[in-house]
């Protein structure tokens, strides 16, 4: 099968984002300590820009950081 070269970069470019995303995942995972989805403000303390951004990341203002906050976070 010939792959051209704009339809290579796009499938190289799709498996970055991939990783990228399991990357954030994992990175949350490992902070989220008790395992419930989401980061207290103690587990947000192991890493100093999460601990000194808390309340900006914490968008909705409920005292846990969601996947998705933190993610738009990193982005």
């Known amino acids: 099968m010939k792959v051209t ?4 970069t ?13 990357d954030l995942q994992t990175t949350f995972n490992e902070l989220d300590k008790d ?15 999460l601990h000194g951004n808390f309340t900006q990341i914490d ?3 409920n005292g846990q950081i969601s996947f998705s906050e933190f993610q738009s976070f990193i982005q």
């Open 5 to 8: 070269a704009p339809v290579a």
């Open 10 to 22: 796009l499938l190289i470019s799709l498996i970055s984002l991939s990783s990228y995303a399991l």
């Open 35 to 49: 395992s419930n989805g989401f980061l207290s403000e103690a587990e947000a303390s192991e890493d100093a820009l």
């Open 59 to 61: 968008s909705n203002q």
